[in-house]
């Protein structure tokens, strides 16, 4: 008989230790054979696992690797408030059976199958995973509050222009998106639910960018009032409690909260700043977004050329130029440019800055064009010393360099 002496939790991330231990009665033992499967009986991988001198019994794995190539981010610009992104989680079991010594050749012993385990795109510190629920990070009908698929601070601010997404994994609750918005001194102007339906399960993506929300939920609102709170331009001197804001939260079909409640205050844009929005990989598995300003380009240019002969038959006539036109020494063949953008960030308060590590840290990081559309770039500042207003006499603001390869994209 084969038994699990130590398994995951259901729901792990990719990037910690996935780690599996068997063991079997049977003492000719030798080694297991280990088939993954993915949920539609799909092979994700196949593997022999031996015993060792100080453990005869049984064997173990880390599954890491071959689950973290499993899982991908998913980002999915739509006009849909919630968008399936099954990229993110990978369901997955264990089809494990013995190889036991019988009469001089190895031969199958016992089978067993594991029960179905999950894992998603995500990297979580060593000390909280010592100690993690996946809970935490799950909706379920018996946990309580989990968590969104960011680290981005529960209250922050958002400019009516910019794309804001939150990702949130579902373990079969039911239940609604809760949004709600405020204007001046907390005076709520509008509570709506959006269904979860088809979203029970696997990893889901949630669309609050503002101007997402003014085309779903502003027309519902009396007076107007949604069209004013957009419309209002706001500073960054403005607290919580004097400006229009929203909040966005997972509840169960009970109205009972499920989720950590996020909280955005809306700002406009100054009219002489030109902004650009970098969208970018978190180590939960979403992706996170940010407002930087005022980009300078430098142009770096690679050319490829080769020396020419300059005299040549021109006219029948041999000679180093054509009616006065010299003929080219040396041609260029080939030119590469590449642009290099520095933009300052708005003022930041002391968590914004110790989350935008993560931006730096970040293997995928879009910008969003002036036409909407997202284009990959590199973050090139590498070194990040994280500020904190105790170490400062003024606002804290970073600079930020990335490059692009293209010369004439337009924010």
């Not at 981005?152 to 794309?163: A, F």
């Not at 069209?227 to 209002?232: E, K, N």
């Not at 003022?347 to 036409?371: C, G, H, P, T």
Request: proline letters at 4%.
């Amino acid at each position: 008989m084969i038994s699990f002496v130590k398994v995951p939790n259901k729901y792990t991330p990719a990037n910690n230790p996935v780690i599996f231990q068997i063991q079997s009665d049977n003492p000719l033992i030798q080694f297991f054979k280990v088939t993954i499967t993915d949920a539609n009986a799909n092979i994700i991988a196949n593997l022999r696992l031996f015993t060792t001198p100080d453990y005869r019994s049984g064997s173990f794995t880390d599954l890491s690797t071959i689950l973290s190539n499993a899982v991908n981010y998913q980002l999915l610009p739509s006009s849909n408030l919630l968008e399936a992104t099954p990229a993110v989680l990978q369901a997955y079991q264990l089809t494990i059976t013995e190889k036991v010594y019988s009469g001089g050749v190895i031969i199958d012993g016992v089978t067993t199958t594991s029960s179905v385990f999950y894992t998603w795109n995500a990297l979580i510190d060593r000390v909280s995973f010592s100690q993690d629920d996946y809970k935490n990070y799950v909706m379920t009908a018996t946990g309580s509050t989990t968590r969104f698929l960011t680290n981005k601070p529960s209250i922050s601010s958002i400019y009516r222009t910019s794309n804001e997404y939150l990702y949130f994994l579902n373990d079969g609750q039911g239940g609604n998106a809760n949004v709600k918005f405020y204007t001046r001194n907390n005076v709520l102007v509008g509570n709506h639910n959006l269904n979860l339906s088809g979203h029970t399960s696997g990893c889901t993506r949630l669309d609050i960018s503002p101007t997402t929300l003014n085309a779903d939920f502003g027309i519902g609102l009396a007076d107007d009032e949604f069209m004013d709170m957009f419309d209002t331009p706001f500073g960054s001197n403005y607290s919580i409690s004097s400006v229009n804001y929203f909040t966005v939260g997972l509840t169960d079909l009970s109205g009972n909260t499920k989720s950590q409640i996020r909280t955005y205050a809306l700002k406009d844009i100054g009219c002489t700043n030109v902004p650009v929005q970098l969208l970018f990989s978190n180590q939960l598995g979403g992706y996170d977004s940010i407002n930087f300003f005022n980009p300078r380009q430098t142009i770096d240019v690679t050319k490829t050329s080769i020396a020419k002969n300059p005299f040549t038959i021109n006219n029948g006539i041999y000679s180093d130029n054509n009616n006065s036109v010299f003929n080219d020494e040396n041609e260029v063949i080939n030119v590469n440019s590449t642009s290099t953008y520095q933009v300052i960030s708005d003022a930041l308060r002391d968590e914004e800055a110790l989350w935008l590590k993560e931006l730096i840290k970040a293997s995928k990081v879009f910008v969003m064009l002036s036409n909407g559309s997202y284009y990959p770039i590199t973050i090139t500042t590498l070194n990040y010393p994280v500020q904190q207003k105790k170490y400062n006499t003024s606002l804290i603001r970073i600079q930020l360099s990335f490059t692009i390869k293209d010369t004439g994209i337009a924010f």
